[in-house]
């Protein structure tokens, strides 16, 4: 059975260390939304771990790490502290290590997502440890943030494809020339029903800071089985963003927001 979509605006990851990189994948590439193909790795899977500072207090209540090379036994493990010390030890917050890959999948790319969600905190550490891993570990992004969750569901005609980048022309000798590109996801989807309340609380505000042009992570199904990193989505959205009145009620407006998501990976 379907649970609630989610939305999660990505928040900067402050200042990054780690116990190891390679000089041309450097971990704070984790923090580079913008360009999927920035990666961090490691020379091998020893001390397989990153740090950071928001430099502030925020709330989070969630965490994946995108386009890593995860094989079945590869742990991540979350911490959320006030300090260093703490995300290094005993932290407010400790996932403990478990399953990168969960569930279970296995894609033809090698590529995984991770997914975790928790009780909402408000940390200025945080420090993601990964484990049980064999060879080099590569990670493309790091998502920590809160979750932004409508209060109805999403209205029938919902659907997703592909964005096909590459060009492809047919001369007239039947010869193909083509120009290889990227084939992109596409979710597209629409929230009826809004309150008053809602669109100007979560929905204005969540417009207003990324338009069309910041990036943006959506679990469109987090039910928790096979089909969910499928329908995990990370990428820009493509219309400039716009909310019309549905309906009026006797408790005020309703609205109707669509979204239309392309996924950078």
């Given at each position: 059975?379907?649970?609630?979509?989610?939305?999660?605006?990505?928040?900067?990851l402050?200042?990054?260390?780690?116990?190891?990189?390679l000089?041309?994948n450097?971990a704070?590439?984790?923090?580079?939304?913008?360009?999927?193909?920035?990666?961090w790795?490691?020379s091998?899977n020893?001390n397989v771990?990153?740090?950071?500072?928001?430099?502030?207090?925020q709330?989070?209540?969630?965490?994946?790490?995108?386009?890593?090379?995860?094989?079945?036994?590869?742990t991540?493990?979350?911490?959320?502290?006030?300090?260093?010390?703490?995300?290094?030890g005993?932290?407010?917050y400790?996932?403990?290590?478990?399953?990168?890959i969960?569930?279970?999948?296995?894609?033809?790319?090698?590529?995984?997502?991770?997914?975790?969600?928790?009780?909402?905190?408000?940390?200025?550490?945080w420090?993601?440890?990964i484990?049980?891993?064999?060879?080099?570990?590569?990670?493309?992004?790091?998502?920590?943030g809160?979750?932004?969750?409508?209060?109805?569901w999403?209205?029938p005609?919902?659907?997703?494809?592909?964005?096909?980048?590459?060009?492809?022309?047919?001369?007239?000798?039947?010869?193909v020339?083509?120009?290889?590109g990227d084939?992109?996801?596409?979710?597209?989807?629409?929230?009826?029903?809004?309150?008053e309340l809602e669109?100007?609380?979560?929905?204005?505000?969540?417009?207003?800071?990324i338009?069309?042009?910041?990036p943006?992570?959506v679990?469109?199904?987090?039910t928790?089985?096979?089909y969910?990193?499928g329908?995990?989505?990370?990428?820009?959205?493509s219309?400039?963003?716009?909310?019309a009145?549905?309906r009026n009620?006797?408790?005020?407006?309703?609205?109707?927001?669509?979204f239309?998501?392309?996924s950078?990976?």
């Amino acid at each position: 059975m379907a649970t609630m979509p989610f939305f999660v605006v990505p928040l900067p990851l402050g200042t990054i260390t780690t116990g190891n990189e390679l000089s041309t994948n450097l971990a704070m590439h984790l923090n580079e939304f913008d360009a999927a193909g920035m990666t961090w790795k490691t020379s091998n899977n020893t001390n397989v771990f990153v740090r950071g500072d928001f430099g502030a207090y925020q709330s989070l209540d969630f965490c994946a790490m995108l386009g890593a090379n995860a094989i079945s036994a590869t742990t991540l493990r979350l911490r959320l502290g006030d300090t260093q010390t703490e995300v290094d030890g005993t932290a407010d917050y400790d996932s403990g290590a478990g399953a990168f890959i969960s569930p279970s999948i296995s894609r033809a790319d090698g590529l995984y997502w991770s997914h975790k969600e928790f009780a909402a905190q408000s940390e200025r550490w945080w420090r993601v440890d990964i484990g049980s891993h064999t060879g080099a570990f590569e990670a493309s992004m790091l998502i920590l943030g809160k979750k932004l969750t409508p209060s109805n569901w999403y209205s029938p005609g919902w659907g997703f494809g592909i964005n096909d980048k590459a060009k492809v022309d047919i001369n007239r000798f039947s010869l193909v020339d083509r120009t290889p590109g990227d084939r992109l996801r596409v979710l597209k989807f629409t929230l009826g029903w809004i309150s008053e309340l809602e669109m100007e609380t979560m929905w204005r505000p969540f417009d207003e800071a990324i338009g069309n042009s910041q990036p943006v992570f959506v679990c469109f199904d987090p039910t928790a089985n096979a089909y969910r990193q499928g329908r995990s989505y990370f990428g820009i959205i493509s219309e400039n963003p716009f909310a019309a009145q549905q309906r009026n009620t006797p408790d005020g407006p309703r609205f109707e927001r669509s979204f239309e998501i392309t996924s950078l990976l």
